[in-house]
């Protein structure tokens, strides 16, 4: 029952003490009305010697006598001169009836009956134990005894059923504090859910601005670099014209075309170099990004801290440790 380990004593489990209580579970176990059904007298039976075929059933058992006994020998039980024996018909009843007598026997004396309680011993006992092994022993009739430990059992039972009650509702509360937890816990994912993606989103609209703005640098460079460009083209068109019409002239034409163009030419050619073409250059902006330092980043607390606090919850009255 304790499911704890024990001294088996010195004789064995002979010595062992008799648990009259789980021996009568034990015998209310095995007890059935098939085990008085076909059985001989056991009177007839001494006295017919080896003549069974004629034995009488028993029908009626001596409870006294402790015999199984046929009608006509249980007749004499009930007239006996120290007064009429306790005959019953064989049955379930007389299980019954043997079952509650069985615990009334000594231990060491399965003739006797235990009539007190040694306290000193914490064991039934009979008049015979009571002279030889408990003589100076503190003992009380077996039902003062039965009463005193009655009225203990029943207040341990009362503080057990008061425990009872409180494991149990220590028990509902433990269950419902569980579940109140998951609840929580399943809140403050979703704010760290909920804050990360805050995070995340002012992170991609930084990461968004910056883009934009390298977007805006390079239009600007782009057009810087168009206008130069086309700049450029408008001289090499207008100076390589007037190359080849130079050339062609001094390659073709007449003395007269020459002397003729001469002036013309040279005003233009003057006009070319004084144009400042060559002055005009691309200067691009010179572009450079820091990021930001990942270390620090990771070091700092960005989305917040997660606080658990022991005792007792709030609005419980108790708390489980």
């Given amino acids: 029952m304790c499911r704890k380990k024990f001294q088996i004593p010195s004789d064995g489990l002979d010595g062992l003490q008799h648990n009259f209580f789980i021996q009568q579970l034990v015998d209310v176990g095995k007890a059935s009305s098939e085990e008085f059904e076909k059985v001989s007298c056991e009177v007839c039976l001494q006295e017919s010697g080896e003549d069974l075929d004629k034995i009488p059933l028993a029908t009626m058992y001596c409870i006294d006598c402790n015999q199984k006994l046929c009608e006509q020998c ?41 009539e007190l309680y040694c306290y000193d011993c914490n064991e039934n006992i009979c008049l015979m134990c009571s002279a030889v092994k408990h ?5 009380v009739e077996l039902r003062e005894g039965a009463e005193n430990f009655a009225l203990r059992i029943g207040e341990d039972d009362e503080k057990i059923l008061s ?5 149990r509702e220590q028990s509902g509360q433990t269950k419902q504090d569980a579940a109140d937890f998951h609840i929580e816990v399943e809140s403050a994912k979703e704010i760290v859910l909920a804050t990360g993606d805050q995070i995340k989103h002012a992170v991609d609209e930084q990461v968004c601005n910056i883009l934009k703005e390298l977007e805006s640098e390079t239009l600007k460079s782009d057009k810087q670099a168009g206008s130069v460009q086309e700049t450029y083209q408008l001289a090499l068109v207008s100076m390589e014209s007037f190359h080849a019409y130079s050339r062609e002239l001094l390659d073709k034409g007449r003395p007269s075309d020459i002397t003729r163009a001469a002036c013309e030419l040279h005003d233009r050619a003057t006009e070319l170099l004084n144009s400042g073409f060559t002055a005009v250059k691309y200067h691009p902006h010179h572009v450079t990004f820091t990021p930001a330092d990942v270390t620090q980043i990771k070091s700092l607390n960005l989305i917040g801290k997660v606080a658990v606090a022991t005792g007792t919850r709030p609005g419980n009255s108790s708390s489980i440790v």
Avoid: W, Y
């Fill in 163 to 167: 425990t009872v009650n409180t494991v």
């Fill in 135 to 139: 003589r100076d022993h503190n003992s």
């Fill in 74 to 114: 249980s007749r004499p039980h009930r007239r006996m001169k120290g007064g009429a024996h306790q005959v019953k018909p064989l049955g379930t009843e007389v299980e019954r009836e043997l079952i509650k007598l069985r615990g009334t026997f000594c231990d060491k004396h399965t003739d006797k009956q235990v």
